[in-house]
């Protein structure tokens, strides 16, 4: 009997250590957002690392940062865009006030050039200017642009300052199709 009983404590013993249930959760780590990293501040791990926006940094105004560089581009994008719709008010007195049009259309131009400029850098957007398959658009958008300013400030012509900014606009409509990636123009 006294053995029955201490298989019996035994037996007892053991099923209480069993239902015992040690259950172990395993710790998951999940790490922080970077945040820093969104806005252009990074750790020196991830300055080691080159992409087009440090190559630009380097080349255009190296002190200017991606968030100033964003501003400067969203500015002078804004401003262009702004003289372009300044200079939409003049087309219906076009044949009176030729030289207000083609100065803010102009001065539009120029600023939507030089936001892509702070965008890309100045060196690595002359070499995209002046590609093979880009330059020919290049050059009659740059070409129009310098005859429009000429016929309106130097020979105060309207009809050859109307006729450049019709070209200069055929111009530029072709420059921008020219800059999407896939298309396809005759040179």
Request: glycine fraction near 4%.
């Amino acid at each position: 009997m006294a053995d029955l009983n201490k298989e019996l404590n035994e037996y007892l013993l053991s099923s209480k250590n069993e239902k015992q249930f040690k259950i172990t959760v395993p710790s998951v780590t999940i790490p922080k957002a970077n945040i820093r990293k969104w806005f252009g501040r990074t750790d020196d791990e991830d300055r080691q690392e080159t992409g087009w926006i440090q190559e630009t940094q380097k080349e255009c105004c190296p002190s200017m940062t991606r968030i100033q560089r964003l501003i400067a581009f969203v500015v002078c994008f804004s401003m262009g865009v702004l003289c372009f719709c300044l200079s939409t008010i003049y087309i219906p007195v076009l044949l009176l006030k030729a030289r207000k049009f083609a100065l803010l259309y102009t001065l539009g131009s120029a600023f939507f050039l030089s936001s892509f400029c702070f965008l890309l850098g100045p060196l690595s957007y002359l070499k995209s200017l002046l590609t093979a398959e880009r330059r020919c658009f290049s050059v009659s958008y740059f070409a129009t642009l310098i005859g429009t300013l000429y016929f309106a400030l130097h020979l105060q012509s309207t009809p050859l300052t109307v006729l450049c900014a019709v070209l200069q606009l055929i111009a530029m409509l072709s420059f921008l199709v020219s800059h999407i990636p896939g298309s396809t123009l005759p040179v």
